[in-house]
């Protein structure tokens, strides 16, 4: 079996999904896989650093501008990078770069293998040359039962993929310890993290927050921050994750539908924090309401405030949830389990 494993990284910037590619590839390479990772022409030299500490970054310019119809070049281009490498697995997160990743298959004679993961809680796209490039597909990642079940709601898609898994997300483990009770002078802390966005929903919390008998911190990038009482900002953070223990309760109001945690959501459960989330993606998949945290419909701000509020004011609910949350993503969510999944999958197309 092959253990050479090449990545097409479809943004140009760092992020969230780069952050994701990153530490799967590193926990890859430790268990002996070699890693590779194709990047778009022009990306910034976050990426080229990042990438490069854990394996071989080649820019080959992979296009999929769809007017094109047949990226044959890029294809080609990818086709000798995975031949000159060994590789017989390409693996693709991003649904224009299947097209990319499926030509170079054909031009290997069907020797390359192809793993795509479906990131989004959004239908596919039923065209003859779609239904084409998904019959190409070795093994469809889906990081939710509910981006799936989306995924598949257009009729004579699922019977074209081979292989259908769902893995759910995970972040690295941190040391945690438990919180105990404490005598506070003040308010208790919740957390935003992620990015600012009106889809994240953090915005309109913000102006509910005069209800909350809580200090809302925000960690991230993105849309300007209103200056509102109780409201902090703490910019970007390079190292959330090690903060992550200092406040008391994790918050991800988010109004669209989110396909697999949100990460920020896995990253509070890892660090033993219960979670306030909205309930309209897969997130009732990760945070089991009334034990973990508190789900609340999207977009019913009422319904937000009166559970941030029953947390803070009730320290014994606050630390069970807390160290339910720690226990479900032991047991459950651990990067471990994420990281075993990702590696069967590359077994079975082999």
């Not at 239904?131 to 598949?152: P, Q, R």
């Amino acid at each position: 079996m092959t253990r050479k494993i090449i990545y097409i990284i479809a943004s140009r910037s760092w992020g969230g999904g780069e952050e994701y590619i990153y530490r799967l590839g590193n926990a890859l390479r430790e268990r002996g896989y070699e890693m590779a990772f194709v990047l778009q022409n022009k990306s910034n030299a976050t990426l080229k650093e990042r990438f490069s500490e854990i394996g071989e970054v080649k820019e080959i310019g992979v296009s999929n501008n769809l007017l094109k119809l047949l990226p044959l070049i890029s294809a080609w281009r990818l086709y000798r990078f995975a031949k000159k490498q060994g590789t017989t697995v390409i693996h693709v997160n991003a649904k224009l770069d299947y097209f990319v990743a499926v030509w170079a298959k054909i031009f290997s004679h069907k020797r390359l293998r192809i793993v795509a993961t479906n990131h989004l809680v959004k239908r596919a796209k039923r065209s003859l040359y779609r239904l084409w490039i998904y019959s190409h597909i070795d093994a469809l990642i889906n990081v939710s039962e509910c981006a799936k079940e989306e995924f598949f709601k257009i009729e004579g898609v699922r019977e074209r993929f081979k292989n259908v898994y769902v893995i759910k997300n995970s972040v690295p483990e941190l040391p945690c310890e438990r919180k105990e009770k404490e005598k506070r002078e003040s308010k208790i802390k919740v957390l935003y993290h992620g990015r600012i966005h009106p889809e994240k929903g953090i915005l309109d919390l913000i102006k509910h927050w005069d209800k909350v008998n809580a200090t809302l911190y925000i960690a991230g990038t993105g849309n300007k921050i209103p200056e509102t009482e109780n409201v902090v900002n703490l910019g970007f953070c390079q190292n959330v994750r090690e903060i992550l223990r200092k406040f008391d309760i994790s918050v991800a109001p988010s109004i669209v539908k989110e396909s697999g945690g949100p990460l920020s959501v896995i990253e509070a459960m890892a660090s033993g924090l219960p979670v306030v989330a909205s309930d309209n993606g897969c997130q009732k998949e990760y945070v089991r309401d009334g034990i973990d945290g508190i789900l609340c419909q999207a977009g019913n701000w009422d319904a937000f405030v009166t559970a941030i509020n029953r947390l803070a004011e009730d320290e014994e609910l606050r630390l069970r949830m807390g160290e339910n949350s720690r226990h479900h993503y032991e047991n459950e969510l651990s990067f471990d389990k994420f990281v075993n999944g990702i590696e069967m999958v590359y077994e079975k197309c082999q």
